[in-house]
């Protein structure tokens, strides 16, 4: 722990006396990169003058592997002010494999210490860059877009490793994130103000957008490299400095995107990552040099986040819960319905925020019943790396064992188990946490599988004589991001669009997340501002409104306000 009146220098003083991978850059080396970047000195030179390996001189910089890789299973890495260090902390976590069961990695419990000095380094590092021009930091995020690209085979193999998702979808986890990325390379030209001329007799009135310090983001496991790519990529492009905390169960992916960050000439200081559960939780809400936090995870977390975040006079977006509906009318289309049921229902594993659970027959399930489960028995479950995998394992054996309560309590509630995944055998994987595709119909408002997030390929169905009394059901689950209509009548998807009280609505299509216009409405989001779009960027700055008068001292002029 940190002692009393302990400086924030006096704290990176000693974790670097005790962690050698936080020493500055060696003088000569700094002289030589210096040359570089002034065009005085070719690539060539400058690593032929590059400390030789020896013996005798153990230069760790040049000789040696970081600590961090040296551990085997290896140990996932601090960034702080720019080094990637490994932390001193003896707890860790666990990173499983959840097809195998093998430890790919490990997690420290960041110290006290350590979360200190990347605060600090964040705030060392602000006023540099929010001065830096918005079309340098434009290029960087240009530069970290291309690299992104180039390593997103390895980036969708350490998702799916650590997530158990198929590899399709990690791939489409980080497209998704890449959508930000891309929005954040334009924001040179939406990060703008106004002026208003002669508001008085020579008076003129502007506004600045500006940054607004460090901010900080709390991540899910759900989405390992899109939920962070949604939060540092608007933070840091309109000036910010970020304070990461990645999910401790699959970290891998953000200290992956956080090394193309640096490579992509990202500064020290200005992206910095730090690990661990509640602790650094209420270590981030509590502390006063963090000006903002973006979280995304559970109800019960988010709320107790935003609670204790905003009482301390943080700037503070939750995005929580997921109980997701599909309302589907007589006159829908069979197989487009279907398909989108199935495909937006058990995706992913059910491990989703815009997850598709429950469906709303109006009319009956009956004609649509044979129909759904020949599909979902189609679906293929296995590892996410085997080829055509449609559904992986869940996160972790508690989380499968979270799953399949829910599910017995429910059929013990009166719900009819269509269609029961909790026994299905992988061979080869006997040991993975795979549940199959899972249909319960007859569901209530009062049965734990409908009030509670289930997270797993669990498809929920109710029925309802009326679109009105479908609508009435949407309205009354508080969880919910988004809902869709299924129909051919443009009169009843009106009637729903504006009806439904949700922030993402689909017709014929299922729960939609476009970029950059993902919404979510009260109690789900708790704030006033969303992630991305123009509200992002409203979130992650401030507005500062200038008025000023020049007078003509030579004319003898003079104005009055």
């Given amino acids: 722990m940190t002692e009393a009146g302990l400086k924030p220098r006096q704290i990176l003083k000693r974790l670097r006396q005790s962690n050698p991978d936080l020493l500055s850059t060696p003088k000569h080396v700094y002289n030589v990169k210096a040359k570089l970047r002034q065009g005085n000195m070719s690539v060539r030179n400058y690593k032929s003058l590059k400390p030789q390996k020896s013996a005798v001189r153990n230069n760790y910089l040049s000789v040696m592997e970081p600590s961090w890789r040296q551990h085997n299973p290896p140990r996932v890495p601090n960034l702080i002010g720019g080094r990637f260090v490994d932390s001193q902390s003896s707890a860790s976590i666990d990173v499983i494999n959840p097809a195998t069961q093998e430890v790919v990695s490990q997690v420290p419990l960041t110290t006290n210490e350590e979360f200190k000095a990347a605060v600090f380094a964040a705030k060392r590092a602000f006023p540099s860059w929010r001065n830096t021009p918005s079309t340098v930091r434009q290029r960087i995020m240009f530069k970290f877009q291309e690299l992104i690209k180039r390593d997103i085979d390895k980036l969708a193999m350490n998702i799916t490793n650590e997530h158990g998702k198929p590899l399709k979808d990690a791939y489409d986890d980080i497209f998704c994130g890449l959508e930000v990325v891309e929005h954040a390379c334009g924001l040179a030209n939406l990060q703008i103000g106004e002026f208003v001329s002669n508001v008085s007799n020579g008076v003129d009135s502007y506004s600045i957008r500006g940054p607004l310090g460090v901010c900080a983001g709390i991540c899910p496991f759900d989405f390992p490299a899109m939920i962070p790519l949604w939060m540092l990529s608007i933070a840091v492009t309109c000036g910010n400095t ?10 891998g992916a953000a200290v992956m995107l956080s090394e193309l960050a640096v ?18 939780i209420n270590a981030i809400c509590d502390d006063d ?12 977390a ?6 204790r975040a905003s009482a301390k006079g943080k700037r503070v977006q939750c995005n929580i819960g ?17 398909n989108a049921i199935v495909t937006a229902g058990f995706g992913g594993a059910g491990q989703k925020r815009m997850l598709l659970s429950t469906v709303i027959f109006v009319g009956g399930l009956t004609p649509w019943e044979d129909k759904l489960v020949e599909r979902a028995k189609a679906l293929r479950v296995q590892p996410g790396t085997e080829p055509d995998t449609d559904l992986g394992p869940v996160i972790s054996k508690q989380a499968k064992e979270l799953i399949c309560r829910l599910i017995q309590s429910s059929v013990d509630s009166g719900a009819k188990l269509v269609i029961d995944g909790r026994n299905i055998l992988v061979p080869g994987y006997e040991h993975g946490n795979f549940i199959g595709p899972t249909i319960l119909s007859d569901v209530k408002f009062s049965m734990d599988c409908y009030k509670e997030e289930i997270c797993g390929p669990v498809l929920l169905c109710m029925e309802a004589d009326s679109i009105e009394e479908a609508i009435d059901i ?9 809902a869709s209509i299924f129909t051919t009548s443009g009169v009843a998807a009106r009637k729903f669009q504006t009806e439904v009280e949700v922030g993402q609505v689909g017709i014929n299509v299922p729960i939609a997340a476009p970029f950059p216009s993902f919404t ?3 109690p789900l989001f708790a704030g006033d501002l969303n992630f991305d779009g123009k509200a992002g960027i409203q979130f992650y700055t401030q507005v500062k409104t200038v008025t000023q008068q020049w007078k003509d001292v030579a004319a003898g002029t003079s104005s009055d306000i």
């Fill in 242 to 251: 970020f304070l990461l905390k990645p999910s401790e169960k699959d970290p």
């Fill in 520 to 522: 979510s409405l009260k």
């Fill in 302 to 307: 988010g709320s107790y986040v935003y609670s």
């Fill in 322 to 338: 997921a109980k997701n509906h599909a309302v589907v009318m007589p006159d829908a289309s069979l197989d487009t319905t279907l």
């Fill in 263 to 280: 490579e992509a000439g990202l500064p020290n200081g200005v992206l910095n990552i730090v690990h661990g559960t509640n602790e650094v």
């Fill in 474 to 482: 949407v309205n009354k689950n508080k969880f919910g991001n988004g």
């Fill in 289 to 300: 040099d963090i000006k903002a936090i973006s979280f995304v995870g559970p109800n019960t």
